[in-house]
């Protein structure tokens, strides 16, 4: 990405298209080239890019084998963009790409050549949604699908295809995006493979339940007591259900993005601070730090099922990297019913000017949420925990 074209560009919330040509690595290295350049070609002709480009909204990230391509506007752009490059492919039978499309937060960054680049969530689940799919596929994360669907006409070409586990473990909601002509209609290999894995654990589970009918009395009691048992346990330990707070919140912990592992300390006295300063407005209720530590990595939840567990509708999730005497902090405010960004910012600091940013975030977190603060209550969430 040339340092031209991201002159003067701060994202916060990126729509973004990832585009990977299938089968690259297999080919010569004078393939490679041509497949590149054609495949190069095939996205700066679709009117998608061309308009995006001379408005300024648009970045260009390459990935060696393919690209990532980031729009500023709405999820609809990259969308209709992923359409007309399956559209010219069809022009070009020997190639090969499969797309996918997430909106999440990005924010700049200085690689290694120090030039300006871009990373961030929405960059890495794109790729993740992406590499869910095969040749010809579209596929779009539950984020990007349920903004589209607030349109009519992107109805009839969004398919569900449920959570699928991608890397770490994480799940993620995916949709097929495909047309009479357009996309690739067939369930990708991965997800089909992941749903006859669960077919065959649930038939073995049905073959186990009916083999357990068969043995005698004795057998049968001790399965029921068992069950009994096991279910009594679950019950102990499920949470009990509260009605939902809107003006409930919890801070959940902050991720290490710094290269030094040991600044997750770091991380978490930020956010033991920002709950410090939470704590002090009268109208918010706080959920406390033990009770959201169990969050952490929080992909492998729904914030959705966070919120109900907790009984809150709103959830605070960000990330901190630390440079040196420089600490980025990344936040993000969400509607945990809806998983829909309420606010988001990006703080730049000094370490000494980081030291009264927790004050700063709990304001604007309380102007995000209507929450009126008396001058007290503004007094008391303004003061720094320390000078030192």
Known sequence: MSAETSRDLRLEIAHVLFIDIVGYSKLLHNQQSEVLREVNEVVRGTEQFRLAESAGTLLRLPTGD??????????????????????????HRQLQVRMGIHSGPVN????????????????????RVMDCGDAGHILLSKRVAHDLETHEGWRPYLHDLGEVTVKHGASIHIVNLYTDDLGEAQVPARIQRERDAEAILALRARRKRWN?????????????????????????????????????????????????????FFADGIQDDILTSLAKIKDLRVISRTSVMGYRGAAVHSLREIGQRLGIANILEGSVRREGNRVVVTVQLIDALTDRHLWANRYDRTLADSLGLQGELAAEIAEALRVTLSPDEKARVETKPTED
Do not use: H, W, Y
């Open 212 to 264: 357990a009918l068969i043995f005698g009395s004795l057998i049968a009691l001790v399965a029921i007591g068992l069950v009994f048992f096991l279910l009594r346990d679950r019950l102990l330990r499920r949470p009990i259900e509260t009605q939902i707070d809107t003006k409930g919140i919890a801070v959940l912990p902050f991720e290490n993005f710094s290269d030094d592992k040991e600044n997750a």
């Open 66 to 91: 393919g690209m990532a391509l980031i729009f500023r506007e709405s999820p609809e752009v990259p969308a209709q963009c992923a359409l007309e490059i399956a559209q010219a492919l069809k022009r």
């Open 108 to 127: 700049e960054v200085t690689d290694v050549n120090e030039r300006a680049n871009i990373a961030g969530a929405g960059i890495n689940i794109a790729q």
